[in-house]
Structures are given as structure tokens and as C-alpha cells.
């Protein structure tokens, strides 16, 4: 029976290479042209994610990418009151390393036979056995796995729920070769992550391992129409650069310095979000893995449920090679458990990161008692 899975991310990488592992081989149809077509992004803490790597034989190669120093964290707030400074000594435990995401995705793309991404191949629709394409093409699938995140095209074959606006955006912005065109910031924001607490708004800057530091400058509480009406103008970087240090008033010179000392891209991020806790009835022949089932706020979490979901899946099937929707039934109901909780814990970190006093709550929460 054929295995076709849609998306080349984290969760449908792992759920391929560990298909493999147990000689079971799939088809994992990726829109994008090439592994390279875009950048991944930044950097993700990997944690309950290292039993599915485990599970994929990845360990070896995970440890070679992932960055123990990238769990450092400094919690200021806007006046430059440092809160908290957490330095990992050099032998701690890799319990929450940082690793490029990009870095990853290739460790699970070079674990899996050539061939078994299909790239170039954006589906349109799916259902009763058959995949269409965007260029006209299908395919037949047994099973179908939709690994394509948050606006998954396999998602309505299951469940009507679609993701809604969450009331926080995020601007990014990068810092290229930091150490050398401005040390002084790079010293500042350090091995991991520098984290700036407003009230209704916050500035993270993280170290990335190609010598980038990325800055994400999140408003919260804002309306679905914030990227319109925040008056930044998008297709001038100067000038978005100089709206932005606006929406920050009071803000210690330092932190606007790092807007200041950002490249030319200025991209503007909508988060949204499927409601915490979302099940559908099972079906003999599609599934879900990843943000696809359950797209949560981005507090750490969605990259490990996703690789734990497709090591998971893989291990059903595994273990009921006759009888996939056996499987399915297995898998799912484990999944909804395991990732409603985390995503009702992520909805709860965003709740507080959005209220007032919002860096003492933080500080409390890394430093209970
Ligand atoms: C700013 C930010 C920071 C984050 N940081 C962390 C973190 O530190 N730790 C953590 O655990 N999580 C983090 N997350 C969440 C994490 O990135 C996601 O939960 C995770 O990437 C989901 O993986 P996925 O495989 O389900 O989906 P994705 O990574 O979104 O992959 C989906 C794939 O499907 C492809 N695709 C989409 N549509 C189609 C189609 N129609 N046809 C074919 N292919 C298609 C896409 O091109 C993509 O390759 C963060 C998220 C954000 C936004």
C-alpha cells in the first residue's frame, strides 16, 4: 500500500526515515523546488523531539548540529533592568539544545534513499485515493499523511477547523555576521537568546550558528488587521526600521540599537493557532501529523510534537504493517492526548506573555519560589 505523505518538514521527514528504518519505504510530496528553495528560518530548542530522533537513529548526528551554549537566556526589561542571566556551563546535559532548523531538516532528508522527496510537487486537493497537483499531475496514495502545516490541504478531508489569528504578530529581522560588523551587540545578546519583556510587546534576539543573530519584535493583543494599520511600510526597510524603534517609546538604547543594526529584510508574521484540543473522528486512510493537527503558539513546543508525531505514526504502522487503520486509530489517540496538552500549556505561556506585568510573570516562571 502506498504511503504518501504531504510536506518536507520536520514532522513528515521523521515519519518517512523512520518508515525506513522499519523497512517500510513512503512518498513524501514537497511543494518547494529544492531542498535550498527557501530559508528555513531560525533556530528551534529541541527537547521531547530527541526521542523521535532516537527513534530515527539520529542521535549521533543530532548531537553534531545541535548547540548547547543556544540554551543561555537573559530576561531584561525595556529600561535595561536585567531580570535574569542563565549561562549553561560547558558539560550541562543537552536537555533543550538549540539547533538551526535547516540543519535538521537536512540530517532527516540525508537519512532517506533518493527519491523519496518528491520536490516541486504542490498538492491542490486530495481525497478517495488520489493526489492533485498544482502543475496538473496526480498520484495514487493507501494512506495519506498530511505533514503540510498550518494550511494543510489535507486537513479538510478530516476536520472543518481552520486556523484563526491568535492577536500576536511578530516583525523579524536579522543581524548578518554580527561578531564582525557590530561586537558590541553580538556581546550583548550572547550564545542564546536575549529576551526583552514589555507590556503588550516584547523584542527576542537569538544567536543563530551561521553567525546571524535574528530579532523578532512581537505585539500582542493586536487585531487581524495589524500588518495593514501598524503604519510600518513594508516594502521600505529604513523606513520600517525607523516605524518600528516608534512602537517601541522608553525603550533603552541598546534594544533600539539592534533594530537599528538589522538587515535589509523585514518580514511581518501573523501567528495563528487551531483551537487547543482538536480531535476528529478516525479515517481508515488519512491522518495528520504536526501543525497540520494542531498548530499551536510558538513557545517551544510545535517542532517537538512534530517529530515526536511522525516517529510515533511510523511506529504504528510498523507494528500493524497489515493493518494501517488499526494504525491510524493507535496513533491518533495518543496524539490528540499528548499535543492537547502541550497545546493548552502553549496557550497559557501566550496568555501570559500577553498580560500586563508580563516579565515578572516570566521571571516567575523560570525562577518558581
Ligand atoms: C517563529 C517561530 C519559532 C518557532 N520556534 C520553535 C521552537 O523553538 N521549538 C519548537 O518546538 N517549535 C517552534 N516553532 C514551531 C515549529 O516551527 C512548527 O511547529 C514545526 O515546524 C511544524 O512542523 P511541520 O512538519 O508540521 O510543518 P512545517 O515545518 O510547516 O512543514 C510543512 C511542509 O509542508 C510543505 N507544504 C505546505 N503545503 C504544501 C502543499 N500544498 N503541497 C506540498 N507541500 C506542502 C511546506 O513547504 C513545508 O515544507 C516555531 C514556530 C515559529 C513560527
Given amino acids: 500500500m502506498t504511503i504518501a505523505i504531504v510536506g518536507a518538514g520536520l514532522g513528515g521527514l521523521a515519519l518517512a526515515r523512520v518508515l525506513h528504518v522499519h523497512g517500510l519505504e513512503s512518498v513524501v510530496y514537497e511543494r518547494e523546488a529544492s531542498r535550498d528553495a527557501r530559508g528555513q528560518g531560525g533556530m528551534l530548542d529541541i527537547h521531547s523531539g530527541q526521542r523521535a530522533l532516537r527513534e530515527a537513529g539520529l542521535m549521533d548526528g543530532f548531537h553534531a548540529i545541535a548547540r548547547g551554549a543556544g540554551q543561555d537566556m537573559r530576561l531584561l526589561e525595556p529600561d535595561g533592568t536585567l531580570l535574569l542571566q542563565e549561562d549553561t556551563p560547558d558539560d550541562a546535559p543537552l536537555l533543550r539544545p538549540e539547533v538551526d532548523r535547516a540543519d535538521l531538516r537536512d540530517l532527516l532528508l540525508d537519512s532517506l534513499p533518493d527519491g523519496t522527496v518528491r520536490w516541486g510537487h504542490a498538492v491542490t486537493s486530495a481525497g478517495d485515493g488520489s493526489l ?5 499531475g496526480s498520484a495514487p496514495y493507501g494512506l495519506l499523511v498530511g505533514a503540510d502545516g498550518a494550511n494543510s490541504r489535507v486537513r479538510p478531508l478530516l476536520t472543518d ?7 500576536h504578530d511578530v516583525v523579524e529581522l536579522c543581524i548578518s555576521d554580527i561578531d564582525r ?24 534576539a537569538q544567536r543563530n550558528g551561521d553567525g546571524r ?18 503604519g510600518i511600510p513594508w516594502d521600505d526597510a529604513a523606513a520600517a526600521r525607523k516605524r518600528l524603534i516608534e512602537l517601541l517609546p522608553g525603550w533603552d538604547a541598546r534594544f533600539v540599537a539592534l533594530i537599528a543594526a538589522s538587515d535589509d529584510t523585514v518580514v ?5 493557532t487551531l483551537p487547543a484540543g482538536l480531535t476528529w473522528p478516525s479515517a481508515p486512510d488519512v491522518t495528520l501529523v504536526g501543525d497540520a493537527a494542531h498548530l499551536m503558539p510558538p513557545v517551544g513546543e510545535g517542532a517537538n510534537m512534530a517529530l515526536l508525531d511522525g516517529a510515533l505514526l511510523g511506529l504504528a504502522l510498523a507494528a500493524h504493517p497489515l493493518d494501517f487503520p488499526a494504525a491510524v486509530r493507535e496513533y491518533e489517540r495518543e496524539m490528540f492526548e499528548r499535543t492537547s496538552a502541550a497545546a493548552r500549556m502553549s496557550g497559557r505561556m501566550q496568555e501570559m506573555l ?14 518558581p519560589g
Avoid at 197 to 202: A, H, I, V
Avoid at 268 to 272: D, L, P
Wanted: proline share 4%.
Fill in 161 to 167: 477547523a481552520r486556523p484563526t489569528h491568535t492577536g
Fill in 132 to 136: 492533485h497537483f498544482a502543475d496538473g
Fill in 268 to 272: 511581518s508574521r501573523s501567528i495563528t
Fill in 213 to 230: 543573530v535574528r530579532v523578532g519584535v512581537s505585539f500582542y493583543n493586536t487585531r487581524e488587521d495589524w500588518f495593514a494599520t501598524s
Fill in 181 to 204: 560588523r557590530h561586537p558590541e551587540l553580538a556581546a550583548m545578546v550572547g550564545r542564546g537568546t536575549y529576551w526583552v519583556m514589555g507590556d503588550g510587546l516584547s523584542l527576542a
Fill in 354 to 367: 500577553s498580560s500586563p506585568g508580563a516579565a515578572e510573570k516570566l521571571l516567575a516562571f523560570f525562577q
